[in-house]
């Protein structure tokens, strides 16, 4: 068989099983790659009546464009084409480092990197999942920066810039990962030293020592969009996005009033509840409320219920008003989440209506390092509920993409929410 599979329960999401049913895939001619997706496809596409009426209908406007198709970037466009007429969310062909990256986020596991992706927004391209207390942001990349050039070129030129992760079907813009160059062996001691300055303050072994140049990257970005051009280098490290979670907790003072406020950039397979009880218990012990971040990717499904009897205080003694932070890419197991957090009252949603992408997904090896993720099932409840129509917001608040500068327009109006509920919540006393 031509395929490598990995199944998820809720792609970003929630992850099943991982199931190697080749060894690995032969060079394909063009014209494969999109004879493969539309295989897949109309196999095992979720929508049964879809896949057997209208599928075939729609590959049969492309499947000659792959087939003379003169490169594999142009048949990649073709097959992008395709899937955003197949009305479904987490279905995209990503790359197979993307797939890994993904994958070892969900995990808890730390890999080699700057630690930002890029949106693009009319050609142009802006600094977007930021991870706190990662490379970029300890560097002083800012959200909404935009990056003129990478290493000399621009974004769209840059071997650094990863295929787009964002759903095809969906209206989302492209959003596409910045990875370094794979470490080779050879390169083992400077990547270390890539964190060292992290082992001096924490008293461990190790100096800091100048990582090797493959593994920097040196951006040209404009923070106003009439402000002067700034030279940024950052030295890629190991850093994951569960370490950027806990980096994130901080207590937010206003006036005589504090807010815990903490950031979930995936749902991990594990300890994002445990992290979040700890931080009620501890750090927001003597606060008046708590913001719970829920922009950014999804994550693990099957956490969902864990999560929300921490902030039902059924874990930890809590029973003081929760803003949740939301906008149109919020997805899956967050956009569960911030359904269920609507539903039962638990507290209030702040920002913009999420992105209404809760099918579960799964991964297939496609070739020529290409994975595609498409959605094989329907999840019990929350499918029905938010795929396509996403879950709205009770404050509405426009996300800010571009120039932030360090605004932040829906963390400004979940603090300012917050301090409404302080004031009319009953004394939880």
Not at 86 to 94: F, G, T
Not at 132 to 137: D, F, I, L, M, Y
Not at 154 to 162: A, G
Request: aromatic share 6%; glycine share 8%; proline share 7%.
């Amino acid at each position: 068989m031509f395929e490598r599979r990995f199944t998820t329960y809720l792609t970003l999401v929630v992850l099943a099983t991982a199931v190697s049913l080749a060894a690995g895939l032969a060079p394909i001619d063009r014209g494969d790659l999109f004879g493969r997706v539309y295989d897949t496809l109309h196999k095992r596409y979720y929508d049964r009546s879809f896949r057997e009426s209208r599928l075939p209908e729609i590959a049969a406007r492309f499947r000659e464009q792959a087939a003379t198709a003169e490169s594999i970037e142009a048949e990649r466009e073709i097959v992008h084409r395709f899937l955003e007429e197949v009305p479904a969310s987490h279905l995209q062909i990503i790359s197979s480092r993307a797939h890994r990256s993904m994958f070892k986020a969900l995990m808890n596991e730390s890999e080699l990197m700057w630690g930002f992706e890029l949106i693009e927004l009319d050609g142009a391209y802006f600094v977007h999942t930021l991870l706190e207390g990662g490379p970029a942001a300890k560097a002083g990349l800012m959200t909404g920066d935009r990056v003129l050039t990478m290493n000399g070129v621009s974004p769209r030129q840059s071997p650094l810039l990863d295929l787009r992760t964002d759903d095809a079907a969906l209206p989302d813009p492209p959003i596409h990962a910045v990875l370094p160059p794979e470490p080779t062996p050879a390169d083992a001691d400077g990547v270390e030293a890539a964190g060292a300055d992290d082992d001096a303050e924490h008293g461990r072994a190790g100096g800091k020592t100048e990582p090797p140049q493959p593994h920097r990257v040196r951006l040209v970005i404009q923070r106003e969009a009439d402000g002067p051009e700034q030279n940024l280098d950052i030295d890629a490290a190991e850093y994951a996005a569960f370490d950027a979670a806990k980096a994130s907790i901080r207590v937010i003072d206003r006036g005589n009033r504090k807010i815990g406020y903490i950031h979930f950039w995936y749902i991990h397979m594990q300890g994002p509840d445990r992290l979040l009880a700890a931080a009620m218990r501890d750090q927001f012990s003597d606060c008046d409320a708590l913001i719970l971040d829920l922009r950014g990717r999804g994550g693990n499904a099957m956490m969902v219920p864990q999560i929300l009897a921490v902030l039902e205080g059924r874990r930890v003694p809590w029973r003081k008003p929760v803003v949740a932070l939301i906008d149109e890419l919020t997805r899956s197991a967050k956009e569960a989440i911030a359904y269920e957090i609507r539903e039962r009252g638990v507290g209030r949603l702040v920002g913009a209506t999420t992105a209404g992408a809760l099918l579960p997904a799964t991964f297939v090896d496609v070739g020529e390092g290409h994975v595609l993720m498409y959605p094989g099932m329907k999840l019990p409840k929350y499918s029905d509920a938010v795929e396509g129509k996403g879950v709205l917001p009770h404050v509405e608040v426009a996300p800010l993409r571009r120039f932030n500068n360090g605004r932040d327009p829906i963390l400004e109006a979940g603090i300012e929410e917050a301090l409404r509920l302080i004031v009319t919540a009953p004394d939880p006393n």
